[in-house]
């Protein structure tokens, strides 16, 4: 089966007193549409500590598009909804996302900085942790495997590493010079993991 894999980015604005309120239904519908067809993953995104405006990010990975039109017309999707509407203002901001722009995208409109950014930001990235993974698994693994399986396992290292530690740190620090007409804040990841 072909796998073409559809990334939308979903930005809702919260109701400052009803924050918890939509965190909780936020993180129970996750779990719960997790279990729909197609879906492949999602991941929340908090707004700063201290923001004055409470935008949350909703990053969903669906295989296709035909999964991602299903799960927008499911009953599961119109009940999260209609559960949230009384806890959410402003329009509701929907965007596909393609390649590296879905690091990179603004918090309050979606939109990704200049691609020479990205590039020289990912290239800043890449480097150090491709050198660090190398470093640590060719000691451990270089004698015992084969050269493909090694340069495999040094792959899957750097793609955990850029995912989850090394382009969520420097997105952030570097949110001013990709975005520098924002004055919002960057949408930060929350301490737990889905």
């Given at each position: 089966?072909?796998?073409?894999?559809?990334?939308?980015?979903?930005?809702?604005?919260?109701?400052?007193?009803?924050?918890?309120?939509?965190e909780a239904a936020l993180?129970?519908?996750?779990?719960?549409?997790?279990?729909?067809?197609?879906?492949?993953g999602i991941q929340c995104l908090y707004p700063a500590p201290g923001a004055k405006v409470q935008e949350y990010g909703?990053?969903?990975?669906?295989a296709n598009a035909a999964?991602?039109?299903?799960?927008?017309?499911?009953?599961?999707?119109?009940?999260?909804?209609?559960?949230?509407?009384?806890?959410?203002?402003?329009?509701?901001?929907?965007?596909?996302?393609?390649g590296l722009e879905a690091w990179f995208r603004h918090a309050s409109d979606g939109s990704p900085p200049p691609r020479w950014k990205m590039a020289l930001l990912t290239w800043?990235?890449?480097?150090?942790?491709?050198?660090?993974?190398?470093?640590?698994?060719?000691?451990?693994?270089g004698g015992l495997?084969?050269?493909?399986l090694v340069s495999g396992v040094?792959?899957?290292g750097i793609t955990a590493t850029l995912t989850w530690v090394a382009m969520p740190v420097?997105?952030?620090?570097?949110?001013?010079?990709?975005?520098?007409?924002?004055e919002d804040k960057v949408l930060q990841v929350p301490e737990k993991n889905n």
């Open positions: 089966m072909d796998d073409e894999s559809v990334h939308i980015a979903v930005v809702r604005r919260v109701r400052p007193e009803r924050v918890k309120d939509f993180g129970d519908f996750a779990r719960v549409s997790l279990a729909e067809p197609g879906a492949r909703i990053m969903r990975t669906f999964a991602r039109d299903a799960f927008y017309a499911s009953e599961a999707y119109h009940r999260w909804e209609k559960t949230i509407e009384p806890m959410v203002e402003g329009t509701l901001q929907i965007r596909e996302l393609h800043l990235a890449v480097w150090p942790v491709s050198m660090g993974i190398a470093a640590l698994v060719l000691p451990l693994l495997m084969h050269k493909v040094i792959a899957a420097l997105v952030k620090a570097a949110h001013g010079w990709l975005h520098p007409n924002s």
